[in-house]
C-alpha cells in the first residue's frame, strides 16, 4: 500500500537521478560521494516509499523502468529548483554568485560578448550568467516583471525603482558604398546626412531612435523613417549599403565585425561621439539590493568594449587613410 504521506527527500530524488543518468550503481556513488550500499539503500527507500519500481537491477546493467522514464523528469525538475534556489539566495548577499539574467539590445550583444564572457570565469567564477538579446522595450518589460536582473541597453530607462550606471560613451561612424563621394572623410558635420539616403533598423531597435533623433536636431529636410528599405540587424543593413541602396551609421564597436569587407567606406564626424554617438547603460531595479554586483558587471562590459577598440580603431583607420579610389 502507497503511503500518501511520504514525501522523498532531496539525497534520494538526487540517487534516482544520478543512477538513471549512469546507468551504474558505482559510477553514481562515486559521483555522490557515498558508499554503494548507501545508495543502494536510498534509492530502495524511495521506491519504498513511493510504491513503484523505479529501476531494474541485473548483474550488467541498470534500466530504468516505466514508471521510472515517466517520473524522472520530475525528479530533474525538482532538483534544479533547489539549485536555483541556492543559487539565488547565494546571489542575493549581494555578490558576484548565483544566477544573473543579463538583457542586451541586438546592437551591443554581438561586439561585447565575447570580451565579456572569456572575462567572467575569473572575475566572478561562482556567477552563473544568462544572456538574453532582446529589443530595448522587451528588456525593459522582462526588468520590470522580475525576468531579468539588469539591462545593458544605450537608451534612458524612466520610471522609479530603477537604478542606472552609465558604461561609456562611442561615436557613430558613417557606412557608405565604397567610392562614394564622402568616403574617407574626418571631419563630417550632421547636415551632410540630409544629403543621403540614409537606411536604418527595424521599428523598436533604439539605434534607429537615436539616427532619428540625429537627423531632428540637425534640422535635415528628409526624413529616413519614410523610407521602404530596412533591415532587422546590422549585418543586413549593411549589405544593402554594399548594394547601393543607401547609407547608414554604425556604433564604432561594430566596425570591425561589420564594415571590414569589400565595397564598404567608412567617414566620421567633427567632434566624434560629441556629434554623433549614444551612451550605453546598465539599468537594473533598486530592490534588488545588488548595487555593488551590478557595478562589477557595468565594468566588466565597459572593459569588455575597451578591449575591442583595437581592432574597431585599426579597421577604421585602415579605411579613412587616403588611397586610390577603389583600393578600399
Known amino acids: 500500500m502507497v503511503n500518501k504521506d511520504y514525501r522523498p527527500t532531496i539525497a534520494q530524488l538526487r540517487t534516482f537521478a544520478t543512477v538513471a543518468e549512469h546507468g551504474h550503481f558505482g559510477a553514481a556513488a562515486q559521483q555522490l560521494g557515498i558508499s554503494q550500499p548507501s545508495l543502494s539503500q536510498g534509492l530502495a527507500a524511495l521506491e519504498n516509499g513511493l510504491g513503484v519500481q ?4 541485473s548483474t550488467r546493467k541498470v534500466i530504468v523502468t516505466d514508471v521510472g522514464r515517466d517520473l524522472l ?5 525538482t532538483l534544479d529548483s533547489l539549485d536555483t534556489f541556492i543559487s539565488h539566495a547565494r546571489g542575493a548577499h549581494g555578490g558576484l554568485a548565483g544566477s544573473m539574467a543579463l ?4 546592437t551591443i550583444a554581438p561586439f561585447i560578448l565575447p570580451a ?6 575569473s572575475v566572478a567564477p561562482e556567477l552563473e550568467p544568462k544572456i ?7 528588456l525593459v518589460d522582462s526588468l520590470r516583471q522580475g525576468g531579468l536582473d539588469a539591462v545593458v541597453v544605450a537608451s534612458p530607462v524612466a520610471g522609479a525603482g530603477i537604478e542606472q550606471i552609465e558604461l561609456y560613451r562611442e561615436e557613430f561612424v558613417l557606412v557608405l558604398p565604397e567610392n562614394h563621394r564622402l568616403a574617407g572623410r574626418r571631419d563630417l558635420a550632421l547636415d551632410e546626412l540630409d544629403a543621403l539616403d540614409l537606411l536604418l533598423l527595424d521599428d523598436g531597435h533604439c539605434l534607429r531612435d537615436q539616427v532619428l533623433d540625429l537627423c531632428r536636431s540637425a534640422s535635415l529636410t528628409v526624413d529616413p523613417a519614410r523610407a521602404v528599405t530596412r533591415a532587422a540587424s546590422l549585418s543586413t543593413v549593411v549589405q544593402c549599403v554594399i548594394g547601393g541602396l543607401g547609407c547608414t551609421l554604425v556604433p564604432i564597436s561594430a566596425v570591425a565585425a561589420e564594415c571590414d569587407r569589400p565595397g564598404v567606406a567608412l567617414a566620421t564626424f567633427d567632434g566624434g561621439a560629441a556629434t554623433a554617438g549614444r551612451t550605453v547603460n546598465l539599468s537594473y531595479r533598486s530592490s534588488s539590493n545588488r548595487d555593488d554586483a551590478f557595478r562589477t558587471i557595468g565594468s566588466i562590459v565597459t572593459d569588455a568594449f575597451g578591449s575591442g577598440m583595437g581592432a574597431n580603431q585599426s579597421v577604421l583607420e585602415t579605411r579613412l587613410s587616403p588611397g586610390p579610389p577603389g583600393a578600399h
Do not use: D, M, N, W
Open 73 to 77: 523528469p520530475y525528479a530533474q525538475a
Open 54 to 57: 523505479l529501476i531494474e537491477r
Open 132 to 138: 538574453v538579446e532582446e529589443k530595448t522595450s522587451s
Open 116 to 121: 565579456l564572457l572569456q572575462s567572467l570565469p
Open 103 to 106: 538583457g542586451i539590445i541586438p
